[in-house]
Structure formats: C-alpha cells, structure tokens
C-alpha cells in the first residue's frame, strides 16, 4: 500500500537526539487517517486508481451532487477526495481506512506543501539582484531591478522577466527526505530537516519517487560505531 501518500498537517519542528550526541532537526507532520471511497478500473476509465478521501465536513457545505456521491458509497461526507495510480487494484476494498502504517518500511518520502506567501515584493528580495548603486547619479532607485526592455527591436518586455510581483504561496515538493520516526499513536510523522510553508500547512506525503541508495541517520552512526571497533581489535 506504499502507492497511496496521504494528507496531514504541519504541526512545527523540533529536534531528535541520537547515542552519539548528535542532535537532528525534525518536522513533525501530523497525518489523518484516509477512507478509500472508489475503486477505479482500467477495464472502465483505462487506468488503475484509487480514491481516498480526507478530512470530515458538515453535509450541509456540500453540493447536491457530492450528497448523492457519498451515500450511494454509502460512507460520511469527507472533505477532499485525491485519486492515486496504483499497478493492482485486487488488494484495495471500499471502506477501508489507510493511515501512517502504509510508512511502515519506508525510509525517505516526498512531501508536497504551499511555501509561505510573502506577498508583493520587490526584485531584490525576489530574485536576489544586488540593486543599483549607492551613489553616482543613482537618484531614489537604490532597489529597483534597472532596465527592463530593449530598444525599438523586439520593442517589448519579454515573458518570465525577471521583476517586481508576487512571491511565495506556490505548492513546491521536497524529494528524499529521511523519516527520522513515526508515531503510530498519536499519527505523527518525524521527518529529517524542513518543508515549506508554516504551521497548520496542509501536507501531501508519499512514498519517495526516486530510487536512491542513500543511507539513513541510523545507518550511518551504525557503520561509524563499527568502524571504532576494528582498530580495538587489532591492538588485541
């Protein structure tokens, strides 16, 4: 059931301290519990797929339409349905919940949240540009982004220039990252270093698409501790 990601919450960070000392920095990502609602069938859409749907709501936010939807699969209203391409269908059953133990084995995810939105900003906190210059005839436009456009040919300010606009709020995906510890309890998720956007962020987390041999944190502190141990031997 690694094929499935579910969604959660980004509660904030932390640290996680190792044997050796070693201290690592954490984000803690609290995940809910998904209900597969609809199983897709590639002899009828062309495709394998599963739907999972997340999060409870009021029947009375939903449309006609998604009232008829949820009771003719006969299960509660859910909040947001995700679909997710799946090679075998025969394992799945409508009903069934998918929580954190679909993590169970895995060492690395690839998370998918919304950076925070910083608004409208300018060139130099956007784009990182140096601006103009401090003195020398530069009069009150110590930041801006300088020349545009070119002259009478093209005439026109080219698409994707870099400028002045709005930064942050796009949804980004974070590959790779280390699974430092789950919770199984509590539905808490430990990954290695940061993802973007802020608390409450919702957070999408899959199995890592990339096959990497990278090793774990874990892994890593084991081969060091063996490595001690050889010369002890030796001396012997």
């Not at 069934?96 to 409208?120: A, H, P, Y």
């Not at 270093?193 to 944190?217: D, R, Y």
């Amino acid at each position: 059931m690694t094929e499935i990601a579910l969604i959660g919450k980004k509660v904030g960070m932390s640290r996680e301290f190792y044997k050796t000392g070693q201290s690592i920095p954490v984000t803690v990502i609290k995940l809910e519990k998904g209900r597969i609602i609809q199983i897709i069938e590639k002899e009828k859409r062309g495709y394998n797929a599963i739907q999972v749907g997340f999060g409870n709501i009021k029947t009375s936010k939903l449309t006609k339409a998604m009232k008829g939807y949820f009771a003719k699969k006969n299960t509660e209203a859910k909040k947001k349905l995700k679909e997710f391409r799946v090679k075998k269908t025969d394992i799945y059953k409508e009903g069934n919940e998918v929580g954190l133990e679909i993590f169970k084995d895995i060492k690395f995810v690839d998370v998918q949240s919304k950076t925070i939105g910083k608004g409208f900003a300018g060139a130099m906190k956007r784009h990182n540009f140096s601006g103009l210059r401090a003195t020398h005839g530069v009069s009150v436009s110590h930041r801006s982004h300088g020349s545009t456009g070119q002259r009478q040919d093209p005439g026109k300010v080219f698409k994707g220039k870099k400028m002045a606009g709005h930064m942050g709020d796009k949804l980004r995906t974070m590959q790779n990252l280390e699974v430092i510890k789950s919770d199984l309890e509590n539905n808490l998720l430990y990954l290695k270093g940061s993802i973007p956007g802020s608390k409450n962020t919702e957070v999408l987390v899959q199995k890592a698409l990339k096959n990497i041999k990278k090793l774990t944190t874990t892994e890593k502190i084991e081969l060091a501790e063996k490595a001690k141990k050889i010369p002890d031997k030796k001396k012997k």
